[in-house]
């Protein structure tokens, strides 16, 4: 399975703005899908992941701003942004595991990623 993000863009700070995330091809099933980060010249950072049934983790730096969701019968997961600040700019991906967890190498499928860029 190949996953696709999608979403990304240019906004201000304090806009709002959904990512998504759906497989080209085969279904992600039953895996926990997760959304991690990169900002330039950093590490890739976890963001949020959430289960099959809904059960969710949050990065501390976005927990109360950002919603990760899934649709499980339209086979796609969500991440809502709010409140967006200038230190959320990064390439955002997803990526599905067995399990759920913050750990990227518990990631075996990642996306391509898609741009966010927060603007004062």
């Known amino acids: 399975v190949q996953l696709q993000a999608s979403g990304g863009g240019l906004v201000q700070t304090g806009d709002s703005l959904r990512l998504s995330c759906a497989p080209s091809?085969?279904?992600?099933?039953?895996?926990?899908m997760g959304w991690f980060r990169q900002a330039p010249g950093k590490e890739r950072e976890f963001v949020a992941t959430?289960?099959?049934?809904?059960?969710?983790i949050y990065a501390d730096s976005v927990k109360g701003r950002f919603t990760i969701s899934r649709d499980n019968a339209k086979n796609t997961a969500y991440l809502h942004m709010n409140s967006l600040k200038l230190e959320d700019t990064a390439v955002y991906y997803c990526?599905?595991?067995?399990?759920?967890?913050?750990?990227?190498?518990?990631?075996?499928?990642w996306g391509q990623g898609t741009l966010v860029t927060v603007s004062s």
């Open positions: 091809g085969r279904s992600f099933g039953s895996r926990a």
């Open positions: 959430i289960s099959w049934s809904g059960g969710t």
């Open positions: 990526a599905v595991s067995w399990i759920v967890s913050p750990v990227p190498s518990s990631y075996d499928v």
